[in-house]
C-alpha cells in the first residue's frame, strides 16, 4: 500500500468482500431450510446433514485445489497450457502452500476474494443437494459436492468469468452475475445426476403420470427462498470489483473516473444491478405466480428464476427489460419442469434444474440477443457479446461442463452400487434409526425423571 | 526467537508479509492436509455402506409404514 489513498482503498475493498460473504451465507441457509422444507419428516436430518457437510467439504478443497484452477485454467485448452504465459505467476501465487494465502499482512485481499468465489461453490453444490434428497447416499453426493463444487464450476469460471478467460475472449461470453457461470452449470450437473439416480419411489404411477410430492412444511420452504434473496444481494456485489482506477485496469478507458466494475472489469455500478435485481426478481414473481396459479413454492421460485435469467446481462440491462426477461424466464422454468417430468420421468425435488439450470442456460442466450455488439471487456482484441457465442457459452455451460460429467461420475458409482439407499431404508426413512433412539432416550429420561417426583 | 518469525512489533509493517508459525512446511501440511480429506471420504463411505446394509437387515414394515403415513 503505497499511499494513504491506496491503502483506504485496499481496507474498503477488504471489508466489502468480507461483507458480501457474510451476506453470502444466508444463501446456504435458505438452502438448508427450502430442502428439509421440502422432505419428509422422515428424512429430515438425513437432508440436513447431507447438505450441511458439503460446507466444510466444498471449503477445504476449494482452499487444495479450487482457487488454484480459477487462477490457472483461463487460457486452456484453446489460448496457452495450464498456468501459462500470463497466467503462471497468478496460478502461483494462489496454490495452497503460497504465502499469499495465509495470514499475510502483505496481501489483504486473496483471502477475502478467496471466500467470496467460495460461497459461489456453496451455492453450486447446494443447487444438486435440493434436486436429490430422499434417495442418494450422503458419501455419492459429497463426492459431486466436491466436483461441482472444487472443479467443474470453478473451470467454467476460468474460462468464461475471468478477464483473460478464453471463452470471454475468443467468444465474447458475457455472463456478469453468473446465468451460466454458476446456475446452468448447477443445474445441468444436477440433470446428469438425476438422470442416473432415478425418481424417488412412488413419484410416478405404473403409467408414468406423475404425482406430486408437496413439500411437508411449505412455510419453511419460501422462507428458505426469501433467505436465498437476501443472500443474493450479497452474491450480486461478490462479482464485483467496488472501486478502481482505469489506470489499475489498464485496458481501454480513458481519463481519470474511478469505478465499480463487473468480473470482466468493465464498469458497472451497484445502483444500476439493484434496479436490475429486483425488477427481474419482480418480473419473475408476478409471472409465476400468474403460471402456477398462485402456488407458493412456484412463486418464490419464479422469482428466484427471474434474477437468474437476467444476471448474465443485468449490469447493463435496462430495469424494465430486466422485468421482462425475468418474467419469461420464470415462465419457461416452470413450463419446462413439468415438461421434462412428464417426458423423461425426472423427478427433480425441489425444481432445482428448471431454476437453476434452465433459466441459466436461457439468461445467457438472451444476453447474447439484447446486448449484442457491445464490448464484453474493456480489453482491445476481444470479441463482441453475440447471439453464438453466448449460445455456445451456455452449451459448454450447462451440457460439457455440467451434465456430461455427473453422467458419467454417477453411472460409475451406479455401476458400484454406491450411488442410492437401499430401496427398504427408503422407504423406512432415513432418520428412521436416529428418529426410534430418539423417542427411546425421551422415555428413558421421562420415566427417571417421573419416578424421582 | 519466535515461531512466527518476530519476537517483537517494533518493525515497519511495510515489510512484513507471512505472519504464521512454522513457515516453510507449507508443502507438507498441504499433504497432510490432503490425506486426511481422502481418509474422512473413505472411513464415512464405509460407515455408510455398513449401516444401511444394517438397516436394510433390520428393516421394520410396520414402523415404515408408520413412517410413510406420518409424512
Request: glycine fraction near 10%.
Amino acid at each position: 500500500m503505497g499511499n494513504n489513498i491506496d491503502a483506504l482503498t485496499t481496507v474498503f475493498t477488504e471489508f466489502y468482500y468480507w461483507v458480501t460473504v457474510v451476506f453470502m451465507f444466508l444463501i446456504h441457509l435458505g438452502f438448508l431450510m427450502y430442502e428439509v422444507g421440502a422432505s419428509r419428516r422422515r428424512n429430515h436430518m438425513h437432508t440436513l446433514m447431507k447438505n450441511s457437510m458439503l460446507t466444510p467439504l466444498v471449503t477445504i478443497t476449494f482452499f487444495f485445489f479450487g482457487w488454484w484452477i480459477y487462477w490457472a485454467f483461463p487460457a486452456f485448452p484453446f489460448l496457452g497450457g495450464i498456468a501459462s504465459g500470463g497466467n503462471a505467476d497468478l496460478a502461483a501465487a494462489n496454490t495452497p502452500w503460497s504465502a499469499t494465502m495465509s495470514t499475510n499482512l502483505g496481501d489483504r485481499i486473496t483471502g477475502v476474494f478467496w471466500a467470496a468465489f467460495l460461497l459461489f461453490s456453496w451455492t453450486a453444490a447446494s443447487i444438486v443437494s435440493g434436486a436429490v434428497i430422499e434417495r442418494i447416499r450422503s458419501t455419492a453426493f459429497w463426492i459431486h459436492a466436491v466436483l461441482i463444487g472444487s472443479v467443474f464450476w470453478i473451470i467454467d469460471a476460468a474460462w468464461g468469468w475471468h478477464f483473460g478467460g478464453w471463452m470471454v475472449q475468443l467468444l465474447g461470453y458475457h455472463d456478469a452475475y453468473a446465468s451460466g457461470v454458476i446456475h446452468a452449470v448447477a443445474g445441468g450437473y444436477a440433470l446428469g445426476v438425476l438422470y442416473v439416480l432415478g425418481p424417488r419411489l412412488g413419484k410416478f404411477a405404473d403409467d408414468g403420470t406423475p404425482r406430486d410430492i408437496p413439500p411437508h412444511n411449505p412455510w419453511m420452504v419460501v422462507l428458505g427462498l426469501f433467505m436465498i434473496y437476501t443472500g443474493f444481494w450479497g452474491f450480486y456485489a461478490a462479482c464485483n470489483v467496488p472501486i478502481i482506477s482505469p489506470e489499475v485496469i489498464d485496458g481501454q478507458i480513458t481519463g481519470v473516473t474511478w469505478t465499480a466494475t463487473n468480473i470482466y472489469l468493465a464498469p458497472t455500478t451497484l445502483g444500476a444491478i439493484t434496479f436490475n435485481f429486483l425488477m427481474s426478481l419482480s418480473g419473475g414473481m408476478l409471472v409465476a405466480y400468474m403460471v402456477s396459479k398462485g402456488d407458493p413454492f412456484w412463486t418464490f421460485s419464479g422469482g428466484l428464476a427471474g434474477i437468474i435469467t437476467a444476471s448474465a446481462g443485468n449490469d447493463l440491462y435496462h430495469p424494465i427489460q430486466a422485468m421482462f426477461i425475468g418474467g419469461f424466464g420464470a415462465w419457461a422454468a416452470y413450463k419446462l419442469h413439468f415438461f421434462v417430468e412428464r417426458k423423461f420421468k425426472i423427478d427433480d425435488a425441489v425444481g432445482a434444474v428448471a431454476v437453476h439450470g434452465y433459466a441459466g442456460f436461457l439468461g445467457v442466450c438472451i444476453a447474447g440477443f439484447m446486448l449484442w455488439g457491445a464490448p464484453s471487456t474493456p480489453y482491445e482484441g476481444y470479441a463482441t457479446i453475440s447471439p453464438w457465442g453466448q449460445f455456445a457459452g451456455a452449451v459448454i455451460m450447462f451440457g460439457v461442463l455440467g451434465f456430461l460429467p455427473a453422467f458419467l461420475v454417477s453411472k460409475v458409482m451406479a455401476s458400484m452400487g454406491i450411488l442410492r439407499i437401499p430401496a427398504k431404508v427408503e422407504l423406512e426413512g432415513l432418520d428412521h434409526k436416529d428418529e426410534t433412539a430418539f423417542q427411546y432416550a425421551v422415555a428413558d429420561v421421562v420415566a427417571a425423571e417421573k419416578a424421582a417426583l | 526467537m519466535s515461531t512466527i518469525g518476530y519476537d517483537s512489533w517494533a518493525v515497519d509493517l511495510a515489510d512484513v508479509g507471512a505472519i504464521y508459525p512454522f513457515q516453510g512446511t507449507e508443502v507438507l501440511m498441504v499433504i497432510i492436509a490432503v490425506v486426511a480429506w481422502l481418509a474422512w471420504h473413505v472411513y464415512q463411505a464405509k460407515a455408510e455402506s455398513a449401516e444401511l446394509k444394517e438397516r436394510e437387515a433390520a428393516f421394520d414394515k410396520k414402523a415404515a409404514s408408520k413412517n410413510i403415513e406420518g409424512y
